[in-house]
């Protein structure tokens, strides 16, 4: 009613929890008041709140139950809309806590809010939020005013009484269920302590906020903060438009194991309200996994506010069932109304066809080696434009190069990899592995995409053809001087021979026959690698300058060849 409170000291009365024995009194003193600024730069109704101080340090014993506190003082103000004869009742402010031994600190509520009001035919949103240091579980709900033995004719009882509390009478069209009328009634919610209201008609109303703390599942304590508010007609507020990604649609098929982000805009055409913007989805929740990401964010509007919604879904999130997010934003205006709208998208995940992986390099798939006694190499490239595929690069190994030829090749891949792979082929042919014409060996080298359980196999088929260098045919000279000048110092056939084959020369059954004019039988070796030095076989003795026959045979890369020749000898 106007009228200004002046107690100092307020007498407080302890009683046990569940009890009504007065444990004990005390009195707190006035600290100091002040006025509270209510509303904004862009509306400030026509409403003074003040608020006085009170503060002591109280040393408490242990006591098992706990305690409850009470203060009690008349009376409310007449004005009030919904309680019957509203200037008859007192308040009691009362809250309970557990045994001091427990070490708790009770719940604070944050600071009285500055949108102490409601905008009529608005849906009013408002935060009662409390903190509690020891990070014990909070619980909100609404509460009716509460009276207790103080009167017009007891103002401020010396002691208070016990509980419970009387709830104050509810106005015709009041009660517990809808403090404040309009539609939807008042709620809050249990966890995160956000109120909302709808009145519809001019008034002051009353209600309390009740936060109970809980450890362990066991309740411990709870604390009250009791409020009056006044009811105004607030300027009307636009609602924001809620738009995402470019052209907003309603569903997106993406694939796992790949980033899906995408850009939330809240715009608002009334600037200067406060935006906040929320999603909300299963895959946002924090048992989810993995969790998708949202950052809700609050801000003064300058025309609108975004945030990133993100999500990498892994194989076990493939369904054919949408998940869906919602999407919320707030617009606070000037006249404290607030204005919700929601929009929501779906995601479905699923795997995408396969895009084969492509051989980028060697470019030609038709090889050709000299056979020369060299390890022959090429390198293989593989690129997989699905960039999540895992690919595992592999050669079928019971392929002639692997499996039958006298040489094995060898094939070294990387470890199964994401994007590309890469691998080396490594080859010595040898004679056996000499091609007839028109022949080759196969390679048939593959690559398997593997995507969550699906896994694709691509072939890659390589011919390889190894030719000699020479045909086997033999150039031999017709003469050599086995003196001491060691220039030409012997007859041999494999020196014409190793500038082009390897050491074996790819020759078998070799057979060479050396005659002196009258036919005797001077040397003789199945050795394709002899060198005669102008001697009888198996002796040092010399034989003759002047001219010898010889006959040569053998095979080679499967035909027979056979020489005969003359050879000069000079000495």
Same mark, same amino acid.
């Given at each position: 009613?106007?009228?200004?409170?002046?107690?100092?000291?307020?007498?407080?009365?302890?009683?046990?929890?569940?009890?009504?024995?007065?444990?004990?009194?005390?009195?707190?003193?006035?600290?100091?008041?002040?006025?509270?600024?209510?509303?904004?730069?862009?509306?400030?109704?026509?409403?003074?709140?003040?608020?006085?101080?009170?503060?002591?340090?109280? =040393?408490?014993?242990?006591?098992?139950?706990?305690?409850?506190?009470?203060?009690?003082?008349?009376?409310?103000?007449?004005?009030?809309?919904?309680?019957?004869? =509203?200037?008859?009742?007192?308040?009691?402010?009362?809250?309970?806590?557990?045994?001091?031994?427990?070490?708790?600190?009770?719940?604070?509520?944050?600071?009285?809010?500055?949108?102490?009001?409601?905008?009529?035919?608005?849906?009013?949103?408002?935060?009662?939020?409390?903190?509690?240091?020891?990070?014990?579980?909070?619980?909100? $709900?609404?509460?009716?005013?509460?009276?207790?033995?103080?009167?017009?004719?007891? /103002?401020?009882?010396?002691?208070? $009484?016990?509980?419970?509390?009387?709830?104050?009478?509810?106005?015709?069209?009041?009660?517990?269920?809808?403090?404040?009328?309009?539609?939807?009634?008042?709620? /809050?919610? *249990?966890?995160?302590?956000?109120?909302?209201?709808?009145?519809?008609?001019?008034?002051?109303?009353?209600?309390?906020?009740?936060?109970?703390?809980?450890?362990?599942?066991?309740?411990?304590?709870?604390?009250?903060?009791?409020?009056?508010?006044?009811?105004?007609?607030?300027?009307?507020?636009?609602?924001?438009?809620?738009?995402?990604?470019?052209?907003?649609?309603?569903?997106?098929?993406?694939?796992?194991?790949?980033?899906?982000?995408?850009?939330?805009?809240?715009?608002?055409?009334?600037?200067?309200?406060?935006?906040?913007?929320?999603?909300?989805?299963?895959?946002?929740?924090?048992?989810?996994?993995?969790?998708?990401?949202?950052?809700?964010?609050?801000? /003064?509007?300058?025309?609108?506010?975004?945030?990133?919604?993100?999500?990498?879904?892994?194989?076990?999130?493939?369904?054919?069932?949408?998940?869906?997010?919602?999407?919320?934003?707030?617009?606070?205006?000037?006249?404290? $109304?607030?204005?919700?709208?929601?929009?929501?998208?779906?995601? /479905?995940?699923?795997? *995408?066809?396969?895009?084969?992986?492509?051989?980028?390099?060697?470019?030609?798939?038709?090889?050709?080696?000299?056979?020369?006694?060299?390890?022959?190499?090429?390198?293989?490239?593989?690129?997989?434009?699905?960039?999540?595929?895992?690919?595992?690069?592999?050669?079928?190994?019971?392929?002639?190069?692997?499996?039958?030829?006298?040489? =094995?090749?060898?094939?070294?891949?990387?470890?199964?990899?994401?994007?590309?792979?890469?691998?080396?082929?490594?080859?010595?042919?040898?004679?056996?592995?000499?091609?007839?014409?028109?022949?080759?060996?196969?390679?048939?080298?593959?690559?398997?995409?593997?995507?969550?359980?699906?896994?694709?196999?691509?072939?890659?088929?390589?011919?390889?053809?190894?030719?000699?260098?020479?045909?086997?045919?033999?150039?031999?000279?017709?003469?050599?001087?086995?003196?001491?000048?060691?220039?030409?110092?012997?007859?041999?056939?494999?020196?014409?021979?190793?500038?082009?084959?390897?050491?074996?020369?790819?020759?078998?059954?070799?057979?060479?026959?050396?005659?002196?004019?009258?036919?005797?039988?001077?040397?003789?070796?199945?050795?394709?690698?002899?060198?005669?030095?102008?001697?009888?076989?198996?002796?040092?003795?010399?034989?003759?300058?002047?001219?010898?026959?010889?006959?040569? $045979?053998?095979?080679?890369?499967?035909?027979?060849?056979?020489?005969?020749?003359?050879?000069?000898?000079?000495?």
């Amino acid at each position: 009613n106007g009228n200004n409170i002046t107690d100092d000291p307020i007498p407080i009365t302890v009683y046990e929890n569940g009890g009504n024995t007065v444990l004990f009194t005390f009195e707190i003193p006035f600290i100091d008041q002040e006025i509270l600024e209510i509303g904004d730069l862009c509306f400030s109704p026509q409403v003074c709140v003040e608020q006085k101080n009170y503060r002591v340090t109280q =040393p408490l014993p242990p006591n098992p139950n706990g305690y409850y506190f009470a203060w009690e003082r008349c009376c409310r103000n007449e004005i009030i809309t919904n309680v019957q004869d =509203p200037g008859d009742w007192g308040m009691v402010f009362t809250f309970s806590m557990p045994d001091p031994l427990l070490q708790n600190s009770s719940p604070v509520f944050d600071e009285y809010p500055a949108r102490a009001y409601f905008c009529s035919d608005a849906t009013n949103n408002l935060s009662f939020t409390a903190f509690d240091a020891d990070g014990d579980s909070l619980v909100y $709900s609404l509460d009716d005013p509460r009276t207790g033995a103080a009167s017009i004719n007891n /103002i401020t009882p010396p002691i208070a $009484s016990p509980a419970p509390y009387m709830a104050v009478p509810w106005e015709t069209g009041f009660n517990s269920g809808n403090m404040v009328g309009g539609s939807p009634a008042m709620a /809050i919610d *249990p966890i995160s302590g956000n109120l909302t209201a709808s009145p519809d008609i001019l008034g002051v109303y009353v209600f309390a906020i009740k936060v109970e703390e809980y450890r362990n599942g066991v309740k411990i304590g709870e604390v009250r903060r009791e409020l009056q508010f006044d009811t105004f007609i607030c300027p009307e507020d636009n609602p924001s438009a809620i738009t995402w990604d470019e052209d907003s649609p309603e569903t997106y098929t993406i694939e796992p194991n790949k980033p899906f982000c995408i850009d939330v805009l809240v715009e608002d055409v009334d600037l200067g309200d406060t935006l906040f913007l929320f999603a909300n989805s299963s895959i946002l929740d924090t048992a989810f996994f993995p969790q998708a990401a949202f950052l809700p964010v609050d801000s /003064i509007n300058d025309g609108d506010i975004s945030s990133e919604f993100c999500w990498v879904p892994n194989c076990d999130n493939i369904s054919p069932v949408p998940y869906e997010i919602v999407i919320q934003a707030f617009s606070s205006g000037c006249a404290d $109304s607030t204005i919700a709208v929601s929009d929501s998208f779906n995601i /479905i995940v699923e795997l *995408p066809e396969d895009n084969p992986t492509e051989m980028v390099f060697p470019f030609d798939q038709e090889e050709v080696y000299v056979m020369n006694g060299e390890q022959h190499c090429f390198d293989l490239i593989l690129q997989d434009p699905d960039c999540y595929d895992t690919l595992t690069f592999k050669v079928d190994t019971t392929q002639y190069i692997f499996s039958t030829s006298p040489s =094995p090749g060898s094939f070294e891949p990387i470890p199964p990899s994401l994007f590309g792979s890469f691998a080396e082929f490594c080859w010595i042919p040898v004679c056996e592995d000499v091609n007839e014409p028109g022949e080759v060996h196969e390679l048939n080298f593959f690559v398997e995409s593997k995507k969550c359980s699906v896994t694709n196999v691509y072939n890659y088929p390589f011919t390889v053809q190894i030719i000699p260098e020479t045909d086997g045919s033999l150039a031999l000279p017709n003469i050599f001087t086995p003196d001491d000048d060691m220039s030409n110092p012997y007859f041999k056939a494999h020196e014409n021979l190793t500038d082009f084959l390897s050491p074996d020369f790819c020759i078998d059954n070799f057979s060479l026959t050396i005659f002196n004019r009258w036919g005797t039988k001077v040397f003789e070796s199945n050795d394709k690698f002899f060198e005669w030095d102008g001697t009888f076989q198996d002796s040092e003795q010399e034989c003759a300058p002047g001219v010898y026959y010889y006959i040569i $045979s053998y095979d080679v890369f499967d035909r027979s060849e056979s020489y005969r020749g003359d050879l000069t000898l000079i000495r």
